[in-house]
């Protein structure tokens, strides 16, 4: 379940995910082969050539290797993938919360409770790579997930995408399985959802209910856009949005308004104490900061929406990310679960991964481009 503009090399190529994660995985576990062009110009496949188990125990792990590369390594022209069943079943539905911590709260109690939830969705900056699409194998058994978005970002995606969502923190929840399982499934969820002060409960199982819910979560960047005054949005069908897509087929143009896109994932037990913690960080440092997450593994994002031509703002944004990536070190997380280290989290990877960790990964590098010729300067 990508972003707007991903390419599947492009997913493995930053280890990337989405809402789908808590269920069937990110892209590391999925992909099974990659066809790489080695920075000397070599092809390697990290499987073998046409190689595509389940599971193998020969060798080194090079396909996990270049999978979050970020294009450091080599160029990713090829993706063999594991492919997942379509469920028997499908249901969806959106519940509004009290506060944040009530919304994170209660996802933790439905992943603890063991409610296979296939979705608990989230949002990110829409993401791009390199890369040519894919041969696929291998199959799996499904389930369903939650996706959180706090009173902003509610309120933003229900204006937006004339879906008539409460400004109040709110979960997307999506269940899988057969007829049967989801009937107790569903219960299993009210009755958390409820314990936990949730409520507008109204379950989707149509394709058309609930690909308009999702296609408004998807729509959440442009929406954050749209908060600020100054950004220009437009629609691909129309200047004036005039076309029978509507808002969810949106793009921004430039502007002196600019949105940035950062992550983080904490274990699950620390969630609503990070989740909470930031979102005071943001009131308290006046930044427009509406908050997503693939809240089912942790994994959460703040859309921050600036003026770049500030650099009093343009600093503060840069002190809270840094904040925000501290603060999930300190509970056992990483600096970020996927949009990448890039230039900006440099730093936080030493933080995170500790010298030895960085001089290893200084090693795998030098060994496979001696020459820095792959994406120089980014990560390390």
């Known amino acids: 379940d990508p972003g707007a503009d991903a390419s599947l090399c492009g997913m493995a190529a930053t280890g990337a995910s989405g809402t789908n994660a808590v269920r069937y995985g990110t892209m590391r576990p999925n992909v099974l082969n990659l066809r790489v062009v080695l920075p000397d110009g070599r092809l390697l496949h990290t499987a073998g050539p046409g190689r595509q188990p389940r599971k193998r125990a020969a060798g080194y792990d090079l396909t996990s290797l270049f999978v979050g590369s970020e294009g450091t390594l080599g160029f990713l022209t090829q993706a063999t993938l594991r492919l997942h069943p379509l469920p028997e079943a499908t249901s969806a539905t959106v519940a509004s919360f009290p506060s944040v911590g009530a919304a994170v709260a209660c996802t933790v109690q439905v992943l603890q409770a063991a409610v296979p939830v296939a979705r608990i969705g989230g949002c990110s900056q829409p993401e791009g790579g390199l890369g040519v699409q894919v041969?696929?194998?291998?199959?799996?058994?499904?389930?369903?997930?939650?996706?959180?978005?706090?009173?902003?970002?509610?309120?933003?995606?229900?204006?937006?995408?004339?879906?008539?969502?409460?400004?109040?923190?709110?979960?997307?929840?999506?269940?899988?399985?057969?007829?049967?399982?989801?009937?107790?499934?569903?219960?299993?969820?009210?009755?958390?959802?409820?314990?936990?002060?949730?409520?507008?409960?109204?379950?989707?199982?149509?394709?058309?209910?609930?690909?308009?819910?999702?296609?408004?979560?998807?729509?959440?960047?442009?929406?954050?856009l749209a908060l600020r005054p100054g950004c220009q949005v437009r629609h691909k069908d129309g200047a004036d949005g005039s076309s029978a897509h509507g808002a969810a087929s949106a793009t921004a143009l430039p502007s002196l308004t600019q949105g940035y896109s950062t992550d983080v994932c904490v274990p699950i037990s620390r969630l609503p104490d990070v989740v909470v913690e930031t979102k005071q960080d943001l009131q308290a440092s006046s930044i427009t900061g509406p908050m997503v997450g693939h809240v089912g593994d942790g994994n959460f994002h703040c859309i921050l929406i600036f003026n770049s031509q500030d650099p009093e703002e343009a600093q503060r944004i840069h002190a809270f990310t840094q904040r925000l990536g501290r603060r999930a070190l300190a509970a056992g997380g990483t600096c970020t679960g996927e949009h990448g280290v890039g230039l900006g989290k440099r730093a936080l990877l030493q933080e995170e991964l500790g010298q030895e960790g960085l001089d290893t990964l200084r090693s795998i590098k030098a060994a496979l481009d001696p020459h820095n010729l792959m994406n120089p300067g980014k990560v390390l």
């Open 135 to 224: 041969p696929v194998v291998e199959l799996s058994t499904a389930s369903s997930h939650p996706e959180f978005l706090d009173e902003v970002m509610a309120d933003a995606c229900s204006r937006f995408s004339g879906v008539g969502l409460p400004a109040a923190a709110t979960l997307l929840l999506e269940l899988h399985g057969s007829r049967h399982s989801l009937v107790e499934q569903q219960k299993q969820t009210e009755e958390i959802v409820q314990q936990n002060g949730g409520s507008g409960l109204a379950w989707a199982e149509g394709l058309e209910e609930r690909e308009q819910l999702w296609s408004m979560r998807h729509s959440a960047w442009y929406a954050a």
